[in-house]
């Protein structure tokens, strides 16, 4: 599975302490930046790793900004991307068996590293469910 991470500077410190934490477990993410504190705009990197997604040069997006909430509304307005801002492991684990998100969001500046692992690796563990949910996403997706 290839993962991608991106996040604003809110999440930059975030992002760099995922990939090296990722990158010991032989899973490396791809960095679609920003690469430093300097201030940025989320709604660039939102539409940078919903492009990504969509264009499945990725299977999982990682974003990233200081509540998570910007780059969620940013990455949701485009058709396809269902975007879970998550922020317990039973979140994560009902992220992907009922949503089937396709990128999960965290607030840099709201949580803990640790539970942020927690979450992406209950995620990862996880299997979408189907059935009514696939009817469901189905339905976020129709004009
Ligand atoms: C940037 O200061 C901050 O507004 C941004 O990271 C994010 O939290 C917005 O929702």
Do not use: W
């Not at 089937?100 to 539970?115: K, P, Q, S």
Request: proline fraction near 2%; include cysteine.
């Amino acid at each position: 599975m290839k993962i991608a991470i991106a996040s604003d500077h809110g999440g930059f410190d975030l992002k760099q302490k995922l990939i090296a934490y990722f990158a010991n477990k032989n899973m490396p993410l791809e960095d679609l930046g920003t690469h430093s504190t300097e201030s940025v705009d989320y709604p660039d990197f939102a539409k940078k790793m919903s492009l990504h997604i969509l264009q499945k040069k990725a299977d999982l997006g990682i974003l990233i900004c200081g509540t998570g909430i910007g780059v969620s509304i940013g990455a949701n307005r485009f058709k396809g991307i269902r975007a879970a801002l998550v922020y317990s492991p039973v979140v994560a684990d009902l992220a992907k068996r009922h949503n089937n998100a396709n990128i999960l969001v965290f607030g840099g500046r709201t949580m803990a590293f640790e539970d942020v692992v927690s979450c992406i690796e209950t995620f990862l563990n996880a299997t979408f469910e189907g059935g009514r949910h696939q009817k469901r996403i189905d339905k976020l997706d129709m004009e």
